[in-house]
């Protein structure tokens, strides 16, 4: 079983649209969280972490569940320019550290 | 200010040469991570630093990949007898001590004929 799990989709959206993706880690002493995005052909660039509490930053909220070892990043208001894959990344430690990353989900957002 | 920077961007090599690759961390940023990711795949990771040590080294794949960084900078990544599987974008990555937000150079494409 892999270390963090995601769905590689694809997820083909309409604009508009709000998509929700999932992804699970198995290590329960895993201590933070992050979603990273990743364009064709780029590097990955920070979306945003993930906090106990749940947090929003625009149109993106993510959330954690300790309790079922999974973190979330759902997605309002669908654009065209959100197409990408979305990286889940957990940490063991919250000072520096392995990272280790899923494979990704690819999100399409369609006209 | 500026980002992590890495170089070559591209390089294409013999089977059986030794390849060095470089990167600039951001300016401050003790971590410094490399990992490899083949077309289409996820990030597989390599080696992390803390400062100039290695704390872990468990993802290199072979004795053929080494890697050092000096003056708690700059790193080099060498792979000595280049196989066809080395393949793949070697990323970058650098973040502040007890920060674990890390951020991602441009990649080396190595191609290996």
């Known amino acids: 079983r892999k270390e963090v799990e995601q769905d590689p989709g694809p997820f083909n959206v309409p604009e508009g649209a709000t998509v929700a993706f999932n992804c699970t880690y198995s290590?329960?002493?895993?201590?933070?969280f992050f979603w990273y995005r990743q364009d064709c052909r780029k590097e990955p660039k920070l979306l945003m972490s993930?906090?106990?509490s749940g947090n929003e930053d625009g149109r993106f909220t993510a959330q954690l569940n300790r309790a079922s070892q999974y973190i979330s990043l759902l997605i309002r208001d669908s654009k065209l320019s959100d197409s990408a894959t979305y990286l889940c990344?957990?940490?063991?430690?919250?000072?520096?550290?392995?990272?280790?990353f899923g494979d990704g989900t690819t999100l399409t957002v369609k006209p | 200010g500026a980002g992590v920077s890495q170089s070559p961007s591209n390089k294409v090599t013999e089977k059986g040469k030794d390849v060095e690759l470089r990167c600039d961390p951001i300016?401050?940023?003790?971590?410094l991570y490399w990992y490899r990711q083949s077309l289409g795949q996820g990030l597989e990771f390599l080696i992390y630093?803390?400062?100039?040590?290695?704390?872990?080294k468990s993802g290199l794949p072979s004795d053929r990949f080494s890697a050092e960084r000096t003056g708690g900078s700059v790193s080099t990544l060498t792979i000595q007898r280049t196989q066809q599987e080395d393949s793949a974008v070697y990323l970058c990555?650098?973040?502040?001590?007890?920060?674990?937000?890390?951020?991602f150079g441009p990649g080396t494409r190595l191609t290996v004929t």
């Open positions: 990555a650098s973040s502040f001590a007890g920060g674990v937000e890390q951020y």
């Open positions: 290590n329960s002493a895993s201590q933070s």
């Open positions: 300016s401050g940023h003790t971590a």
């Open positions: 990344v957990v940490n063991l430690n919250t000072n520096a550290g392995k990272s280790t």
């Open positions: 630093f803390q400062g100039n040590s290695a704390p872990d």
């Open positions: 993930v906090y106990s």
